[in-house]
């Protein structure tokens, strides 16, 4: 709850800067008119655009050396052509959403995994460019602050008159840091985080491409401003314009930045004109490469089918799905922006007489009311997109279509019709990307997604009243219907969106909440039990303990088995069912934790199905490896078995016999198996484990065959056996034995159950995880691999890490990874007791062996 407060507060002060923004530009505009902003629009000299495109270009080329320098920061070298690739579309949604870069940073994942780079190598990567791009800034305004100090305008109340201070401070950290690099200290712990520094020999061209970045984008709007400033006095109120648009936390810094340049430059320039230079630059260093950005992944999308096989595309196309819906959602989220700014303002008046003498008013009238609306739809539709709902994407393309025809009928406004139809075009080949069949009403907007929202609405709102603040408000301008009135047709429109977005709030409102989970419901056992039966993976029988909730598909094929722990959400293994149902059914669980305020763990889950994970936004950490001995190669012949043959022999002279009980002959046998279980529980000092592990139930061990090990006719040793659908798996849970045990009898009882495996026709049997074994502990392995590898070498006095490791080594197995999907590497701590908690039933079971 605190955290969700915590969020709602920084994205509340960001939605208040923007408005005092606004409010600063409402003062210093309030002696110009709308149309004095277009005249100078229209009148910047063609040269000048083309020239500050021709520097746009050159500034993503420059940017491209953030990814290059990066690269071989982590010594993993890639082709140009990749690197380009990655780095322009990164920027382009990174520039629009803000330097956190996390939209970059989405679309970064999918191509550099999908040419073999790790998850931590990617995260290096961000990391380097992020850092790079902050040297830029502070390197390049520390120095203009210092050399060209500009006076801080009163209405700011800062404590200091001039940014020759804040050139001080903007220096330090560069300062610091190159003092660490070139020392060639090689890293830097902040607290539990070690940061890997780069080498000196990439500090020089680290801080001259980003300062060169820098420089290069403020050029851009130097170019397009009348003449009347020096380029190193323009540069100090661009960073700083910047840094205001930066803390502001607004994505892009939209209204933010552009009020600063105003009042910044508004004594030496007329307002009209710095506005219209402004949303010049906005178009041509920030949307038209966003544009560009989605036309390429819409290209990729299409050449992907007919060119699969001759590019060997393979790769791609399981990643590419991936990467359309949030290009999709910010190309949604800016069309309906677009309507409704278009609707704020008044149609060009040649236009709208040319109109007039083909089409009747109402047409006029209700095309421009209805393009206001479907804007409002498209914004709220992008959230739809960006959860992959299928429904979404159809009203999307319909609202998308139905735009384009309505910019055409309400004003002619082919310039807007344009860019919605090259946003069609986009949509079209994007259909299998949107697979989900959830509710438009049941996913929780965030605070970042009510702030951008709030934004474009107030911002129409604005607009409409600074279009026409030069005509008097009387209550019948409502009502006044004229091909010239364009007022009242505004605010017609502007009341239309917002009734609609008040309509579609009380919708969502008045949707029902899902029940907060109940475990060990007999009815959902039942359910889950036919399912496990068709399951490939023994895990799954797990489901059947009764200390786990479920969550079931639609359609009832598939499940979700979790428990609550703290804050987080902890599902144990992949989703039970088929893997065509996981992507939706894992959508529906974070859903139903973000509903509820909780943190989304999958715990234990294999590596073949990791993209839908990655595809949540979840950070994966390896936790060990599970071990697989394939039973149709198992045998006990050869000198490599002949401690496995000495082991059943000496065991079969002591009197020891081994025995298969079905399930329905095990309650006859329970007071045996009870006596044994607490014997072992009593020698080994513990006590019940849960979740992912099993327990002495008894209405859970009559569920499962047991292999049983009986010496001179008593039970000294048993375990369930655990098996799965189509002969795929066999395991065992619950492994107990009692004092009379002869030394070895373990090793007897997994063999004599992989003999009964093999002839009942099973191919693997799971000898279960090892934790921690296979994690990296090199140098530059990420800290909880290292953490990991440490203990897995030296912590044997708590935890036979190494020692489980070993035991089932001697079984030939094949290992493969088991990871754990969480929110943020942040949670990971908490997110780790949890389960420890979890498992061991309660912190004190952590301390009880």
């Known amino acids: 709850m605190k955290a969700r407060l915590l969020k709602a507060l920084g994205a509340s002060i960001g939605l208040i800067l923007f408005v005092l923004a606004l409010w600063v530009l409402h003062t210093e505009l309030d002696r110009y008119r709308l149309h004095e902003i277009l005249r100078y629009l229209h009148g910047i000299p063609t040269e000048q655009v083309v020239f500050a495109a021709l520097l746009t270009a050159l500034s993503y080329l420059i940017m491209t050396g953030y990814d290059f320098l990066a690269l071989r920061y982590i010594d993993h070298p890639l082709s140009g052509r990749k690197i380009a690739t990655a780095s322009f579309i990164g920027y382009a949604f990174s520039n629009n959403v803000g ?24 995260t290096k990567v961000i990391f380097f460019c992020t850092v790079s791009i902050w040297l830029g800034f502070l390197t390049l305004g520390g120095a203009v602050f210092l050399a060209e100090p500009l006076a ?32 060639n200290k090689r890293s830097i712990r902040i607290r539990d985080f070690e940061i890997v520094l780069p080498s000196g020999r990439l500090f020089v061209p680290q801080v001259g491409v980003a300062t060169l970045d820098w420089a290069i984008a403020g050029s851009i709007l130097f170019v397009l401003l009348p003449p009347s400033i020096s380029f190193p006095s323009f540069i100090g109120i661009y960073l700083l314009a910047q840094l205001a648009g930066l803390v502001s936390q607004v994505p892009g810094g939209l209204g933010v930045f552009e009020a600063m340049i105003l009042l910044l430059l508004s004594p030496v320039l007329p307002a009209s004109s710095i506005i219209g230079t402004l949303v010049i630059y906005r178009v041509t260093y920030y949307l038209l490469p966003l544009l560009i950005a989605a036309i390429i992944l819409g290209v990729e999308e299409i050449v992907q089918r007919k060119e699969m096989l001759q590019w060997g595309a393979k790769v791609i196309t399981q990643w590419l799905p991936y990467m359309v819906p949030p290009t999709l959602t910010v190309i949604a989220f800016l069309s309906g922006s677009l309507l409704l700014l278009s609707g704020a303002t008044p149609a060009i008046s040649t236009r709208i007489a040319w109109l007039s003498s083909y089409l009747p008013l109402p047409i006029i009238e209700v095309s421009h009311f209805l393009g206001s609306v479907v804007g409002v739809g498209l914004l709220f539709l992008a959230r739809g997109l960006q959860r992959r709902i299928d429904t979404a994407y159809y009203l999307t393309a319909i609202l998308v279509a139905g735009g384009i025809v309505l910019s055409l009928l309400k004003g002619l406004d082919y310039e807007e019709a344009s860019v919605l139809l090259v946003m069609f075009l986009i949509l079209i080949p ?22 951008v929202i709030s934004i474009v609405l107030i911002s129409t709102a604005w607009l409409t009243f600074f279009s026409y603040k030069h005509v008097e408000y009387s209550p019948d301008l409502w009502w006044r219907f004229a091909f010239a009135e364009n007022a009242p047709r505004s605010l017609r429109a502007a009341v239309g969106a917002l009734v609609a977005a008040l309509a579609y709030a009380l919708a969502k409102i008045l949707h029902p909440l899902s029940p907060r989970p109940v475990t060990g419901r007999e009815d959902d056992l039942e359910r889950a039990l036919s399912i496990i039966r068709e399951f490939p993976a023994a895990y799954a029988n797990l489901a059947l303990l009764g200390d786990k909730a479920f969550l079931f598909s639609e359609n009832g094929k598939a499940f979700i088995m979790y428990t609550i722990s703290g804050r987080s959400w902890i599902v144990m293994g992949d989703p039970i069912g088929p893997e065509s149902e996981w992507s939706e059914l894992t959508w529906q669980f974070c859903e139903l934790c973000d509903r509820f305020g909780g943190w989304p763990v999958f715990y234990e889950v294999g590596s073949d199905n990791l993209y839908v994970y990655i595809d949540l936004g979840m950070t994966l950490v390896k936790l060990g490896e599970e071990a697989r001995v394939d039973l149709e190669t198992f045998t006990l012949e050869g000198k490599s078995r002949k401690d496995f043959r000495y082991a059943m022999n000496k065991l079969s002279k002591e009197g020891c016999t081994f025995e298969l009980v079905e399930p329905q002959d095990i309650p006859a046998l329970l007071p045996e198996l009870k006596e ?17 592990l099993g327990s002495f139930r008894e209405d859970y061990l009559v569920r499962f065959p047991s292999g049983i090990v009986r010496r001179d006719g008593r039970i000294v040793a048993f375990a369930t056996i655990w098996t799965s659908g189509n002969r795929e798996e066999l395991s065992v849970d619950l492994m107990r034995y009692s004092r009379q045990a002869p030394s070895g009898v373990m090793d007897y009882l997994f063999l004599k159950i992989m003999e009964w495996g093999k002839e009942a026709g099973y191919h693997w049997f799971n000898l279960g995880m090892a934790p921690l074994s296979g994690l990296g502990d090199k140098s530059l392995a990420p800290v909880w691999n290292r953490i990991g590898g440490l203990v897995f070498q030296y912590a044997e006095h708590f935890y036979n890490f190494q020692g489980l490791r070993l035991y089932k080594e001697k079984f030939s197995p094949q290992w493969r990874p088991r990871y754990l999907a969480s929110p943020t590497t942040l949670s990971l701590p908490i997110v780790l007791t949890n389960i420890t908690a979890l498992t061991s039933r309660g912190f004190k079971g952590i301390v009880s062996r």
């Open 676 to 692: 044994v279980s607490d014997a072992w529980i009593a020698d080994k000092h513990t006590r019940e484990k849960g979740f992912s």
């Open 99 to 122: 330097l956190s870069m996390l939209a970059g940073a989405s679309v970064r994942y999918r191509l550099y995994s999908s040419w073999g780079l790790s998850g931590i190598d990617i």
């Open 430 to 451: 994007s259909r299998h990307s949107f697979y989900r069949k959830g509710s438009l009403f049941g996913g929780r907007f965030t605070a970042g997604w009510l702030v």
């Open 152 to 183: 801080i305008p009163r209405v700011l109340h800062l404590p200091f008159g001039t940014t020759r201070l804040l050139g001080v401070f903007l220096l330090i950290p560069v300062l610091v840091y190159a003092v660490f690099v070139l020392l």
